[in-house]
């Protein structure tokens, strides 16, 4: 189908198109991270745990799922794109268990939910960006499996 528009559309419908296509220049940068714990034990425990990301001024948020290296990609706007540069306060939250199962035990203390309270900060800034995070692990609590008290 061909369709005539009058010629003064067309330089309106170029930089339209142009500007769809490219976009009006990107305004994350790439964020691909990494959090460990401190004592070295294994971070795959970690998988499916969030990392999220919130902007000190514009309060947009990033966020990523953990894998089970340790590693994690954010996304601002879509899949993979990043963070908007700046500093930002960083949260860390496991997912939401299965509505009939038992809430699991806490891997990381409870301090890293909370943007005001995790003590996590990141600095991203145009360019690639590979932050890292030495976590702390949560307080064992009860018993471990197998004790008898004498």
Do not use: W
């Not at 189908?1 to 220049?25: D, E, F, K, R």
């Not at 990494?34 to 004592?39: E, G, P, S, Y």
């Not at 969030?50 to 894998?67: C, F, M, P, Y």
């Not at 943007?115 to 692990?137: I, M, Q, W, Y």
């Amino acid at each position: 189908m061909h369709v005539n528009l009058p010629s003064s559309l067309s330089p309106v419908l170029l930089v339209l198109t142009v500007m769809i296509t490219a976009g009006c220049g990107s305004k994350t940068a790439p964020v691909n991270g990494r959090v460990k714990f401190k004592d070295g034990s294994d971070v795959s425990v970690l998988k499916g745990y969030t990392v999220s990301l919130e902007h000190d001024e514009d309060r947009i948020s990033a966020a990523g799922d953990i894998e089970a290296d340790g590693t994690f990609k954010l996304s601002t706007f879509s899949p993979g794109d990043g963070a908007i540069p700046g500093r930002h306060r960083v949260a860390i939250s496991p997912a939401d268990p299965p509505p009939d199962a038992p809430p699991p035990k806490p891997v990381l203390p409870q301090k890293y939910r909370d943007f005001g309270t995790s003590g996590l900060t990141v600095e991203a800034k145009p360019g690639p960006n590979t932050p890292e995070a030495d976590l702390e692990r949560a307080p064992c609590t009860g018993r471990p499996p197998g004790f008898k008290e004498l």
